[in-house]
């Protein structure tokens, strides 16, 4: 109590709960006690609720981690930060993608990390609402492949151009005809494009050296 007889009290629900019921005792002295129960509070309010996520992955591909998020519905939804992490105790924001404010209807998102770190990586969303309030959705566990031979290009067959897989690194790579002529040689990185344009049309194969190892694949040049 205040000592005007009345105090105040909040009650912060999950998100999604549209009904509760509790009771109040009110301890008044040693031979009086008050009880108030079967009190219950019911929302029919048909204004949206605070971002609900249906839905977050993250999965490798020739361009990176390709993230992939959708809503139910968002209120006051100022923004997602992508967090990513070595492991899954400490994140660093590494992108952000603004939201739709306030809205009934679902929407999709993505995002790239064109740079994934080696090995094991954890991802999760932060998302922010106008007035700063956080929170944070479950975590995404993707594997990069740190083998050069699990490592490809795309995409294949190509027209001219190919993207190194973002996890080789630096590479050495020569293209060979079909007769294991070498037609063409350079450097690139891993995430970079290789230029096939001089080649013409026909089959041949792409062999890449590294400090990882060695690797041949075949690809055709339409």
């Known amino acids: 109590m205040n000592g005007k007889g009345y105090d105040n009290f909040r009650i912060n629900l999950p998100s999604g709960i549209q009904y509760i019921r509790f009771y109040i005792i009110a301890n008044c002295g040693e031979n009086e006690l008050w009880t108030i129960d079967e009190v219950s509070l019911n929302s029919n309010s048909s204004s949206p609720l605070p971002v609900e996520l249906k839905s977050f992955t993250a999965a490798f591909s020739a361009k990176g981690t390709q993230l992939q998020w959708a809503t139910a519905s968002e209120k006051d939804n100022a923004a997602f930060e992508v967090q990513r992490g070595a492991t899954a105790e ?54 990069q492949s740190t083998d050069l031979l699990a490592a490809s290009f795309s995409p294949n067959p190509s027209a001219g151009f190919v993207t190194l897989a973002p996890t080789l690194g630096d590479v050495q790579y020569r293209v060979l005809n079909s007769l294991g002529q070498l037609v063409l040689t350079g450097k690139a990185s891993g995430g ?27 690809f055709i040049r339409e």
């Open 192 to 218: 970079n494009k290789v230029d096939l344009q001089s080649l013409r049309t026909g089959s041949y194969f792409l062999e890449l050296h590294s400090a990882s190892g060695r690797k041949i694949e075949r």
């Open 90 to 143: 400490q994140f660093q924001t590494i992108g952000r993608v603004s939201g739709q404010g306030t809205s009934s209807q679902g929407h999709s998102y993505s995002w790239v990390d064109k740079q994934p770190l080696p090995g094991l990586s954890y991802y999760r969303l932060r998302q922010l609402d106008y007035d700063d309030t956080e929170s944070f959705s479950p975590v995404a566990v993707v594997q």
